[in-house]
Nanobody, 124 residues
């Protein structure tokens, strides 16, 4: 069974950092493009970043550029989202998803497999 499991969320103070993990099971994460998304309270889910199956990454949201980075550890079959300089507006449920396409795509319907999400709360 193909599955993605996010972890690493929690409560952090403004300016702090978190690293989210997206662990794949039942398939090799490096055979898929992996995207990170988030859904803030009362808002639609939005695409944040992705890392392509054949390499390369894309950041879709200007507000996280320079603060969030995405990376893979193929040995651990895991994709990470490093989040630095966190702000209260980063509070959301964060999801990872897998897209069989080679390159990053922003459209959520292109992603076939989704994790359950992990809550990130940025507050003092």
């Amino acid at each position: 069974q193909l599955q993605l499991v996010e972890s690493g969320g929690g409560l952090v103070q403004p300016g702090g950092s978190l690293r989210l993990s997206c662990a794949a099971s039942g398939f090799s994460a490096n055979s898929f493009t992996i995207g990170w998304f988030r859904q803030a309270p009362g808002k639609e889910r939005e695409a944040l970043l992705c890392i392509g199956r054949i390499g390369g990454s894309t950041t879709y949201v200007d507000s996280v550029k320079g603060r969030f980075t995405i990376s893979r550890d193929n040995a651990k079959n895991t994709v990470y989202l490093q989040m630095n300089s966190l702000k209260p507006e980063d509070t959301a449920v964060y999801y990872c998803a897998a897209d069989p396409g080679r390159l990053c795509r922003r459209v959520q319907l292109d992603y076939d497999y989704w994790g359950q999400g992990t809550q990130v709360t940025v507050s003092s």
